[in-house]
């Protein structure tokens, strides 16, 4: 099942090119609110029968006439995983775009997860804006989102899919260092619409393995990043073990796995597309930042 929210934070489920309304379901408290999708997933069990009841009559629109949100507005934590596939850390580790900080490319074993501020999320239909810093490199970073479902506190690795609620395509947009400034890590990934999320959540039945899934990016016509999970260096299921020893992680909450290689500049006027295989593709437009 393909879940959005759109317009007033709508609830809708899509199929094909048509969206069917299913808000009636949400409780009322956060029926037309940013939480609307995370009621959804947080009460799934209870309200897979209504969900279908509520199909049955939904009133349906043609996917191109509502305006999609991010389908997660504001998960209570956004985590992510640091330099998971090799190739990336590679890349990286040899360019000018090093931090200085030696710890800043190990991988999700050794420095765990970072966080980016859950403000820096954006939908679908929403540009990627760059901030006014002249001569800074800004990279794309096509990446799998993993929807947590139930909440995960010390989950053993062997159990970690039973959390897993369903995936997401996500941007981990990022402010690169350079030999001059050397701002943190969740600064510069935390600018506002550095983390497009769309256009739905995937339930997790739907992607048999997430570990041979197809990421792929352009920027205009050019193909910068082509890969799969299999390549990740650790797997979804280390991860979640990993994540959640340290905070419990919530219905809702967003973990982005990694990105691979390819990583590479984007500037005002380029178009983005990401497709992540099965889950969902975004093309957005880049433009400078009007603020
Ligand atoms: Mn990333």
């Known amino acids: 099942m393909r879940i959005a ?10 199929v094909g090119t048509t969206i069917h309304d299913v808000t009636e379901v949400i409780d009322e408290r ?37 305006r999609l949100l991010a389908p997660l507005p504001r998960p209570r934590q956004l985590l992510a995983a640091p330099a998971n596939y090799h190739a990336h850390v590679e890349e990286m580790s040899g360019s000018r775009f ?7 490319l190990q991988s999700p074993r050794e420095a765990g997860f970072f966080v980016k501020a859950a403000g820096s999320i954006s939908g679908p239909a929403d540009p990627i804006e760059l901030p006014d810093l002249p001569g800074r490199t800004f990279h794309h970073e096509v990446e799998l989102g993993l929807v947590i479902g139930k909440a995960a506190r010390a989950v053993a690795r062997q159990d970690a899919h039973r959390h ?24 510069r990934k935390s600018f506002e619409t550095f983390t497009p ?4 959540i995937v339930t997790a039945d739907e992607i048999p393995d997430d570990e041979d899934v197809d990421l792929r990016l352009w920027v205009n016509d050019e193909l910068r990043q ?33 990105t691979p290689d ?22 957005l437009p880049v433009v400078q930042r009007g603020w």
């Open 5 to 14: 929210l759109f317009d007033e934070c709508r609830v809708g489920i899509v």
């Open 30 to 66: 956060w029926r037309g609110t940013p939480y609307a999708t995370t009621d959804l997933i947080e009460r799934w069990d209870v309200l897979q029968g209504p969900l279908e009841d509520a199909l049955g009559r939904a009133q349906q629109r043609a996917l191109a006439d509502v």
């Open 98 to 104: 090093a931090p200085s900080n030696a710890q800043a």
């Open 164 to 187: 897993i609620f369903g995936y997401v395509c996500v941007l981990d947009i990022t402010l690169r260092v350079d030999g001059e400034h050397q701002e943190g890590r969740t600064l």
């Open 197 to 200: 999320l769309g256009p739905v």
């Open 226 to 258: 082509e890969a799969n999970t299999r390549d990740l260096l650790v797997g979804v299921d280390e991860l979640l073990e990993r994540a959640s020893r340290v905070v419990t992680l919530h219905p809702g909450d967003v973990y982005a796995t990694g």
């Open 262 to 283: 390819g990583v590479g500049p984007i500037v005002p006027g380029d178009t983005v597309r990401a497709v992540v295989g099965g889950v969902g593709e975004l093309t």
